[in-house]
Every structure is written in structure tokens, then in C-alpha cells.
């Protein structure tokens, strides 16, 4: 409560400037804080995909359908999809709508990743449920929201999907993963997830969201968790990658 406290007197005393570049914006930004140019530097991610991780393929491997990570491991969901390459301004907001209490962000990013499917036209209507990545209790009281949860609400509002928020549990708390190594990445999230309710999703496929996919380590393991209980297709869609 105080973080969100903190950050409505700091948007009060510092009105109408962007949260990437801190610039005065318009009228006409003022609802979502972000000026037009720093919206149209956010660098999307465009063919050709990796089939595995969904990162926009080099040159090198694009021949190969599969980038050089995702062809020396083997992830635990079928796919993963996101719009945005994280970084520059992507990252900025992200950063804001995670720590900073800028939870109101989630409707603009949500947007993004809207679009991304219906650009693409991904699968969505094969997909049973949205399940979004969750936090620890005690990252959620730090936090006081979960932006998997915001940013699944948006796509279940455009896709008319239903959410399975408490599906899916953080059964531990586990190190922020930013300084961490794959290899560690990997250990510091094995076994962290649990299904509370294997009926509900049992054959079902499912989409599972969050907000950044980095390794992959993080949405390898909350999908191999639900695939032991009994999901069918896994695709993972993220705000960036």
C-alpha cells in the first residue's frame, strides 16, 4: 500500500511526464503516461521467429527455424510468443509497471500483446484457459499485484477466455533470477510451482502469460508443473523476450 501511496504523490508533484523518457507529454497521453515518440521506439519482434522461445532469428539461424539456445535445451512448453524485444523503452515501462506500482500500465502493454495475436494470428481460439504466471505470496505483498494476472486479464477480456488464476501456485519463494546464470536460473526455480487443481485443467491447453521471458527457466518450469498434472498444449505468450 505504501509503494502505491509513494507513487501517486510522485505523479501528482511531477504531472504529464512520460515514464520512459521523463519528457512533459501532451493531453493526449496523459491517460497512459507514455509520449508518442518513445510508444513508436518500442522495438518489436518480427520474422523469423525461433519455433521454440519465439526471439526473432539471426541470420545465422534462420535457416535452422531455431535459435542456438533453444537447439541446446529443450523447454517444457510447446511455444512461446512475445511482440516487444526487451529493451530500451519496453524495458523502461516494464520496469515501472512491476516496481513502481504502475499497475494502470497493464492496459496499454496488454494491448501490445493483443495485437501480436491478432497480427500473427495465433491459435488462440484452440486454447481452453489463461493461467498467469504466479508470485509468491510474499512478492505479492511486496508488490501488491501480480502483472501476470493484469496482463492475462486483458487478453481474456479481447479473446472472451476464461482465467484460472489460483490453478497454478508459487508453492516457495525463490531469488529474483536478473543476476543469475542459466544454469542457476534453472535450479533456483525447480519444483517451485504446484497445481492445486489437476481436474481443471486436465487435457486442457492452456496459455500461459507473464511478463518477460529471459532463459525461459521460469516458464519451462510452471509448464512442465502443469503438464505433470495433465495439460495438453502449453504455448507461452510474453510482454518481451
Known sequence: MLRG?????KDLIYPNCCLACKNKIGP???QILICTQCWEKIEKNIPPFCVSCGRRLDKINAGKNMCSNCLKFKFNFDRAFSPCAYTGTIKKLIHEFKYAGKDYLGEPLGNLMNKFIKDYRLPIEYLDFIIPVPLHKSRVREREFNQAQILSEQIAKEFNKKILPDVLIRSRPTRTQTELS????????????????PGLIKGANLLLIDDVLTTGATSSEAAGALK?????IIFVMTLAN
Open 28 to 30: 493526449d497521453r496523459k
Open 182 to 197: 542459466f544454469e542457476e536460473r534453472c535450479k533456483n526455480v525447480k519444483r517451485s510451482f504446484l497445481v492445486k487443481d
Open 5 to 9: 501511496l509513494f507513487a501517486g504523490i
Open 228 to 232: 505433470d498434472s495433465g495439460a495438453g
